[in-house]
């Protein structure tokens, strides 16, 4: 299992995976709004979503969780 | 006659020389069979081994040997000998000498005993002296309330001795030192640690702690463990150590890598090295790297790798002031220093922590005489209740004012944002300043402006929100860098992919400034 955890506050602009999305590695699976800059995420490895803990437009802080995939 | 004859054989030395081989033997016992054993059986390494593993083979010569307290019986026959539980020599990394030291756990948990403080108190002293790099391999915690000697009250020291830390300053001052947590690290050790121009811990077996779980129990009721209180979670994140690497052997590869950037002194220039990588390499992904939605991140760490010499980047406080990207690397052989703004975390702003680093990382340049090459993405001091709290302008401040005071070359490259007074600590004095075309700059990043300068026309027209759009937009598309060209603002505007040809260049042009700068800085870096 690996998690996916914020490296920053910052609100969630858009979320481009749910849970049961097959994923490879480099996959866009979110993207963040930090001081006016998108930060996308990308899936580290490859695998199935198994769960997305964030929503559009979540206010989100440092070291939380978002995404747990299944390698 | 007889008797005559026996007294001469008497009057040879053969007994102490062979009390001295007894002594050495037992010496390299450590602290005994069961303790070695019961360290190895904990993951970790010996004193010992631990140097053995970072020297070239063979090439460790020990300082202080005799050290240490011999046991007798009521004869007067050694019976043991307890060597002092610090072991400190002179070694080579690379064919270069090097002064090596660190506390022995397996006696005493690595308190010092009296032999071994002096003899870890003389390590600074030895690399100060002798003018080569100092490694410090930790392991151990300072002081107990039953003395060093472990009899309730020592004579104190006088109040004329050496200022106790002096040492510890000027090594810092005059040789690169570079140390590693590698167990559990404590008082007086963990301060020595933090000593460094590079400090590396290793997560599998070291916490480093300024007290530990029972005096922090006894003091505050909290119950923490070693882990929670000292682990790598912590200290590799709040900059206490520059990196973490995953057990002793990883910390102790750092340690080397880090040592083949820096010269022996500040007499000396780093070494430079001959460079397989052409000059003229290009990159053709350098002239897409930078989005042009002004709002879309990019990887820095991906222009740091393809500019410099492959696979040369070492980089130092990853984990800590994260905006900030700082680390050594080499460009046509040459050692330098890079920063660089990481977009990807909080959009590359001068955070406290983020200038704090930049400051000790343009010190540790001024101190090695080793250019600087900077990659520019700052839009500004961070902002927000959390960073006034922090004092950010304050420590930003520090930054701008540090790099106004440097003396080595530095050549800037504009890549992206350049606002604000926080800007001005990615130039230096005399910089040559390069731009790519997504360069802009000015006195604060356009939408912040837009909101303050156009507050009022935005609050009255009819969809306030397009507004403040169009009028963003109307000022970004004035930020070309071709009128600072015109002007002379930068040395040149450039295709990126030419970032490497026109850096190693540059550093082939300030080499001869070089020798110029040796010789103990007007500033030099502190913890």
Redesign the interface.
């Known amino acids: 299992m690996i998690k996916i955890e914020l ?2 506050g910052g609100s969630v602009w858009k979320v481009l995976t749910k849970p049961g999305d097959q994923v490879e590695a480099g996959d866009t699976l979110f993207i963040l709004e ?7 995420y990308e899936a580290p490895v490859a695998g199935e979503v198994t769960s997305v803990h964030i929503n559009e437009g979540d206010a989100v802080e440092e070291d939380q969780l978002a995404v747990e995939i299944s390698d | 006659m007889l008797a005559q004859l026996k007294y001469y054989v008497r009057m040879n030395w053969k007994t102490e020389t062979d009390e001295i081989v007894r002594r050495r033997r037992l010496a390299l016992d450590q602290g005994g069979p069961d303790a070695i054993a019961k360290h190895h059986k904990k993951g970790r390494l010996t004193i010992r081994e631990r140097i053995n593993k970072l020297l070239d083979a063979g090439s460790f010569e020990e300082v202080g040997p005799a050290a240490g307290t011999a046991n007798h019986d009521e004869n007067g026959e050694l019976t043991g000998f307890d060597p002092a539980n610090f072991v400190l020599g002179f070694g080579k990394v690379d064919g270069r000498r090097i002064v090596v030291g660190g506390e022995d756990f397996t006696m005493r948990g690595g308190s010092p005993s009296p032999a071994g403080l002096r003899k870890s108190v003389y390590a600074e002293e030895l690399a100060v002296q002798y003018k080569t790099p100092l490694v410090r391999l930790h392991e151990g915690s300072g002081g107990s309330v039953g003395g060093t000697s472990g009899k309730a009250q020592s004579l104190p020291g006088p109040v004329n001795a050496p200022a106790r830390f002096r040492s510890v300053a000027q090594a810092m001052a005059t040789v690169p030192v570079a140390t590693a947590a590698l167990g559990a690290v404590a008082g007086l050790p963990a301060g020595r640690l933090v000593a460094s121009h590079f400090s590396v811990m290793s997560k599998s077996t070291a916490q480093i702690l300024t007290a530990g779980p029972a005096v922090v129990a006894r003091a505050m009721g909290e119950q923490k463990t070693k882990e929670e209180l000292g682990g790598w979670k912590v200290h590799t994140k709040n900059g206490t150590v520059d990196n973490g690497a995953d057990n002793e052997t990883d910390c102790l590869t750092e340690i080397r890598k880090f040592l083949s950037f820096m010269p022996d002194n500040v007499n000396q220039l780093a070494p430079v090295i001959d460079c397989e990588d052409p000059i003229d390499r290009t990159d053709e992904t350098l002239l897409n790297i930078v989005p042009r939605d002004r ?3 990019f990887d820095m760490r991906r222009i740091i790798n393809s500019v410099l010499d492959q696979n040369s980047f070492f980089e130092m406080g990853a984990g800590y002031g ?1 905006s900030q990207i700082t680390g050594l690397a080499r460009l046509n052989g040459q050692p330098v220093g890079i920063w660089a703004n990481n ?5 590359g ?1 001068m955070t406290t922590d983020g200038a704090h680093k930049a400051r000790r990382f343009m010190e540790l340049c001024e101190t090695f005489s080793l250019p600087i090459i900077s990659l520019v993405d700052e ?1 500004g001091f ?1 902002i927000g209740s959390q960073a006034e709290r922090e004092a950010t302008i304050r420590h930003g401040t520090s930054a701008v004012l540090t790099a106004a005071m440097t003396t080595v070359p530095w050549a800037s490259v504009m890549v992206r944002r350049s606002f604000g007074v926080a800007q001005a600590a990615h130039y230096g004095p005399e910089g040559f300043v390069l731009a790519w075309p997504s360069a802009e700059s000015g006195p604060l ?1 356009v ?1 912040g402006g837009v909101a303050v300068a156009f507050q009022r026309e935005i609050a009255a027209a009819p969809d306030p929100e397009a507004r403040r759009r169009e009028l963003e937009e109307q000022l970004a598309a004035r930020q070309s860098p071709f009128p600072r060209a015109e002007a002379l603002g930068v040395h040149d505007l450039i295709d990126p992919c030419q970032t490497r040809l026109e850096l190693c260049r540059w550093v082939d042009r300030v080499q001869h400034l070089l020798p110029a700068l040796l010789g103990p800085s007007n500033f030099s870096i502190r913890p």
Do not use: D, G, I, N
Request: charged share 30%; net charge positive; aromatic share 4%.
């Open positions: 490296e920053t930090v001081m006016k800059m998108e930060v996308p | 709002r879309q991140a994260r977009c990807k975390f909080l959009a702003s839009p961070m990043p939408e």
